[in-house]
């Protein structure tokens, strides 16, 4: 009986050790960029696209909806506040305006027009080799802002959850493969 007991307080310590602690990353953020003076037209109040399609508004909206993800803890397969992956944080962030996207990150790399890095605004799509072979997309982010060289994009980190990144950094720079615009 005693050896049963000592099993089980053994059993009991050991799992208590496992439990691992939940980190919140801030409050919700939110970022605002203004157009430059080719993305506006003086006859026309609302911002466009530089190819003029859609509406930067849909790009904030979008990006908007995606911030108030900010500090969700990553989890692979997730597409809620309680855990998301980098491509179910773009799912659900251009589903709730009505644009449906696949819900895998290397088929939404073929989605939408190959666009070059220095041509990418508000609301375009970055894609990623992270893996250890890197033979195919398997990350995928938001670009929230274009400041002279520096691209801001929002994505949902496996370390830190969904949080805003720059495109300078090493690390994204180095597993950078493409960009595309949906909208």
Not at 95 to 100: F, L, R, V
Not at 106 to 116: L, P, T
């Given at each position: 009986?005693r ?9 009991f310590?050991?799992?208590c ?7 919140s990353y801030?409050k919700e953020?939110k ?15 609302t911002?466009?696209s530089?190819e ?10 979008i990006?908007?909806?995606?911030l108030?993800f900010?500090?969700?803890?990553y989890?692979f397969?997730?597409?809620?506040r309680?855990?998301m992956d980098?491509s179910?944080?773009?799912y659900?962030?251009f ?6 996207l696949?819900?895998i990150s ?11 890095v220095?041509?990418v605004?508000?609301g375009?799509l970055?894609f990623?080799k992270?893996?250890?072979?890197r033979?195919?997309?398997?990350h ?6 274009v400041e002279?060289?520096?691209i801001?994009f929002i994505?949902?980190s ?11 950094e090493g690390?994204?720079n ?5 960009a595309?615009?949906?909208?």
């Open positions: 009986m050896k049963i007991s000592c099993f089980f307080l053994v059993l310590i050991c799992s050790g496992a439990i691992k602690k939940k980190t801030g953020r970022v605002t960029v203004e157009g430059t003076p080719e993305e506006t037209s003086e006859n026309d109040s911002p466009k530089p003029g399609n859609i509406s930067l508004n849909k790009a904030d909206d990006i908007n909806t995606a108030t900010s500090g969700t803890r989890k397969g997730g597409t809620t309680k855990g980098c179910g944080l773009l659900v962030s589903g709730e305006h009505d644009i449906a696949p819900r290397y088929q939404m790399a073929e989605e939408g027009k190959r666009i070059k220095n041509k605004v508000k375009d970055l990623f992270t893996g250890k072979s033979k195919r997309v398997n995928v982010g938001l670009v929230v802002s002279d060289n520096d801001k994505h949902a496996t370390s830190r959850g969904v949080i805003v990144s720059s495109l300078r690390y994204w180095y597993a950078f493969v493409k595309t615009r949906i909208l």
